[in-house]
């Protein structure tokens, strides 16, 4: 298995940030690479990701970000809606999906996809398959991601919303100042959009 190490050091941080407090949801486990049966072709960035973390119990992102990911038995039906449609004779291909995009986790229904056919795994984001590039990388995808889950919990106490349930505007600030060192001013326009707009 070829092994990418920038994305490794990531997926590491990621699993020790997970479980905070038991606001995030299920279970998430590092363990050395491992072989992966791949229900579809995966790409190196994808194969990695399942092959380095475990998930148990429908693991989820609480708080701001909300994060869904499908465990390997659930993400052949994941694609479907995005990179499967429902036609006049069943599920079909969509023409217009990027070939070797995969969806790899759900936020509030929206969909966020590794681009396989790159081995860097770029991310994009997908609202009603209106597309944007929220990272160059899995692994800025998880640097931004496990950088966002310790200011909540650092930084915020794990109360980034305001009472109206929305997310406080010092913690969109925050993570604007975190975002260009991360994973770029551009791709950290696109992510906060994403996620916070």
Not at 75 to 81: C, D, F, T
Not at 129 to 158: C, G, N, P, Y
């Amino acid at each position: 298995m070829s092994v990418n190490r920038t994305l490794i050091t990531q997926l590491q941080q990621f699993a020790a940030v997970f479980g905070r407090h038991d606001i995030d949801l299920g279970e998430v486990y590092y363990h050395e690479p491992l072989p992966v049966q791949e229900p579809l072709p995966l790409g190196e960035a994808l194969r990695t990701f399942y092959g380095c973390i475990e998930l148990q119990e429908h693991p989820m992102i609480g708080g701001v970000l909300a994060v869904q990911f499908f465990r390997l038995p659930e993400l052949e039906r994941a694609q479907q809606g995005w990179r499967w449609i429902m036609t006049a004779s069943g599920l079909a291909p969509d023409p217009k999906w990027p070939d070797g995009w995969i969806v790899f986790a759900d936020y509030n229904g929206d969909a966020l996809i590794v681009d396989s056919t790159d081995p860097q795994g770029p991310v994009y984001g997908s609202i009603q398959k209106r597309h944007s590039q929220i990272a160059a990388s899995l692994a800025d995808f998880f640097a931004m991601t496990t950088a966002l889950m310790k200011v909540e919990e650092e930084e915020f106490e794990l109360d980034a919303t305001d009472e109206d349930s929305e997310v406080k505007s010092e913690f969109i600030e925050r993570a604007m100042e975190l975002a260009p060192a991360i994973i770029g001013r551009e791709h950290g326009q696109q992510y906060l959009d994403f996620f916070f707009s």
